[in-house]
């Protein structure tokens, strides 16, 4: 029988091996460090939709760099570097060389920004970077230079790089960047390069952020670039509060209205104009303005991206999160999508049926974590609004009696011989006296 206190205190040399490993993980962030920046998308939310977070026709970095689908653009990335350093005019050998140096100057730094990665060599990993991160440069130029007129193959490319798992860190890109275009054009900035591409498929109508109000934020990578488009000169991060859920249908029949945002001070602003008339503030002027969304075949696969993307980061402003909560919360059924389309605050370019899209809203934040919801104070008005003693009967009474044209005859007919009994009875009375 073993002593117990043996078991009690542990071996020594295990316990000091865990603890080793333990603290081998937190010094080297294996487990997820602050400088981790490109993840792996858990699986829970794969499953749910597995074609979102996997790339079209290139591979950009170590996670699907195996995938069979990417092999073709593979064989291709040479063809990209060639053309960038020939139109840049630029010495082969020496750049290669300036650039290989700073890439493995730095290759502790960019395999603590994977997650979890398969196991590559200093060489092939160092390799990756300045092969992808050429393609990405060359990519950028020419699709400036063009207008972006090679539209079928640039589409697939453009939304392959805004992959979660499909990323390269921002200062490997950087590093290349300042040792080739940079040298070519001293005026040139990479971000700017970057937000050329992103204004063709920018998620929202309202225009991105200027580069100069992005000149000292440092992005994580292309993707994270994108976020920081769309979020607040100021931020903020309110808890989630517990709301009632009122669909665009319901806040219709209590008389709000939707609206295009105009002139917004960010372009996810969402904002809820109440009448000054508080007396009719049940019947008119009640507006909530919100950003126009464009739907495309892709939107759904960048929302899902930009949304882990927070939901890893832990540093990361909930802002896409908390914006496909307050469309969820608004859409309930294909009407409710119907009546945001035609108020202009979503523009459905897909070919499927509107039922589809309500599907998408309502099962993109499955397995999501809203821990911040940055719409608190608009949709407490709205709340407020909507529980007010005129409003909340007003909009039963339309969806009791006025929900559809049969329904609203039969509360006119209904009315109409109520008042003609009613009156024929007070004639009948009157009649009776005399």
Same mark, same amino acid.
């Given at each position: 029988? @073993?002593?117990?206190?043996?078991? !009690?205190?542990?071996?020594? *040399?295990? /316990?000091?091996?865990?603890?080793? %490993?333990?603290? $081998?993980?937190?010094?080297?962030?294996?487990?997820?460090?602050?400088?981790?920046?490109?993840?792996?998308?858990?699986?829970?939310?794969?499953?749910?939709?597995?074609?979102?977070?996997?790339?079209?026709?290139?591979?950009?970095?170590?996670?699907?760099?195996?995938?069979?689908?990417?092999?073709?653009?593979?064989?291709?990335?040479?063809?990209?570097?060639?053309?960038?350093?020939?139109?840049?005019?630029?010495?082969?050998?020496?750049?290669?060389?300036?650039?290989?140096?700073?890439?493995?100057?730095?290759?502790?730094?960019?395999?603590?920004?994977?997650?979890?990665?398969?196991?590559?060599?200093?060489?092939?990993?160092?390799?990756?970077?300045?092969?992808?991160?050429?393609?990405?440069? @060359?990519?950028?130029?020419?699709? !400036?230079?063009?207008?972006? *007129?090679? /539209?079928?193959?640039?589409?697939? %490319?453009?939304? $392959?790089?805004?992959?979660?798992?499909?990323?390269?860190?921002?200062?490997?890109?950087?590093?290349?960047?300042?040792?080739?275009?940079?040298?070519?054009?001293?005026?040139?900035?990479?971000?700017?390069?970057?937000?050329?591409?992103?204004?063709?498929?920018?998620?929202?109508?309202?225009?991105?952020?200027?580069?100069?109000?992005?000149?000292?934020?440092?992005?994580?990578?292309?993707?994270?670039?994108?976020?920081?488009?769309?979020?607040?000169?100021?931020?903020?991060?309110?808890?989630?509060?517990?709301?009632?859920?009122?669909?665009?249908?319901?806040?219709?029949?209590?008389?709000?209205?939707?609206?295009?945002?105009?002139?917004?001070?960010?372009?996810?602003?969402?904002?809820?104009?109440?009448?000054?008339?508080?007396?009719?503030?049940?019947?008119?002027?009640?507006?909530?303005?919100?950003?126009? %969304?464009?739907?495309?075949?892709?939107?759904?696969?960048?929302?899902?991206?930009?949304?882990?993307?927070?939901?890893?980061?832990?540093?990361?402003?909930?802002?896409?999160?908390?914006?496909?909560?307050?469309?969820?919360?608004?859409?309930?059924?294909?009407?409710?999508?119907?009546?945001?389309?035609?108020?202009?605050?979503?523009?459905?370019?897909?070919?499927?049926?509107?039922?589809?899209?309500?599907?998408?809203?309502?099962?993109?934040?499955?397995?999501?974590?809203?821990?911040?919801?940055?719409?608190?104070?608009?949709?407490?008005?709205?709340?407020?609004?909507?529980?007010?003693?005129?409003?909340?009967?007003?909009?039963?009474?339309?969806?009791?009696?006025?929900?559809?044209?049969?329904?609203?005859?039969?509360?006119?007919?209904?009315?109409?011989?109520?008042?003609?009994?009613?009156?024929?009875?007070?004639?009948?009375?009157?009649?009776?006296?005399?």
């Amino acid at each position: 029988m @073993e002593n117990y206190t043996d078991m !009690e205190n542990g071996d020594v *040399d295990i /316990v000091e091996q865990v603890v080793k %490993i333990l603290l $081998d993980c937190e010094v080297n962030g294996v487990n997820g460090g602050s400088k981790t920046c490109i993840f792996k998308v858990p699986s829970v939310l794969r499953a749910i939709s597995p074609d979102s977070y996997n790339p079209r026709v290139v591979s950009i970095g170590p996670l699907h760099r195996e995938a069979e689908n990417v092999q073709a653009m593979e064989a291709r990335k040479a063809t990209y570097r060639r053309c960038l350093l020939n139109h840049l005019n630029l010495p082969l050998e020496q750049t290669l060389r300036t650039c290989v140096k700073k890439i493995t100057a730095s290759i502790d730094q960019i395999k603590e920004s994977y997650f979890e990665m398969n196991t590559y060599t200093n060489v092939e990993l160092a390799q990756m970077m300045v092969m992808d991160g050429f393609f990405i440069l @060359e990519f950028l130029r020419s699709h !400036e230079e063009s207008g972006g *007129d090679h /539209v079928l193959l640039s589409t697939d %490319i453009v939304y $392959d790089l805004l992959l979660l798992e499909n990323q390269i860190p921002f200062f490997v890109l950087q590093d290349l960047f300042d040792s080739t275009i940079l040298i070519h054009k001293p005026d040139a900035s990479l971000k700017n390069l970057i937000l050329h591409v992103l204004r063709h498929i920018r998620l929202f109508v309202e225009t991105l952020r200027e580069v100069n109000d992005l000149r000292e934020t440092k992005p994580d990578h292309i993707l994270g670039l994108m976020h920081k488009c769309y979020q607040p000169a100021e931020t903020s991060n309110p808890p989630l509060k517990g709301k009632q859920i009122h669909s665009a249908c319901e806040l219709d029949r209590a008389y709000v209205k939707f609206m295009p945002n105009q002139d917004p001070s960010w372009a996810m602003e969402i904002k809820f104009e109440q009448s000054r008339l508080r007396c009719f503030s049940w019947s008119c002027g009640n507006t909530l303005r919100m950003p126009v %969304i464009q739907i495309y075949d892709f939107t759904e696969s960048l929302l899902r991206n930009l949304i882990v993307y927070e939901q890893s980061a832990k540093v990361v402003p909930l802002y896409i999160t908390s914006y496909t909560v307050f469309i969820d919360t608004l859409v309930d059924t294909k009407e409710d999508i119907v009546m945001l389309m035609d108020a202009g605050v979503i523009i459905n370019n897909l070919a499927g049926s509107t039922e589809e899209l309500a599907n998408i809203f309502n099962n993109i934040n499955k397995q999501i974590d809203v821990a911040y919801f940055f719409y608190n104070k608009e949709w407490a008005k709205i709340d407020e609004y909507y529980n007010g003693w005129w409003t909340r009967n007003v909009a039963w009474l339309r969806r009791r009696y006025f929900s559809n044209p049969w329904s609203s005859i039969a509360f006119i007919v209904g009315t109409i011989l109520f008042t003609l009994a009613f009156v024929q009875t007070i004639y009948t009375v009157k009649g009776v006296k005399s």
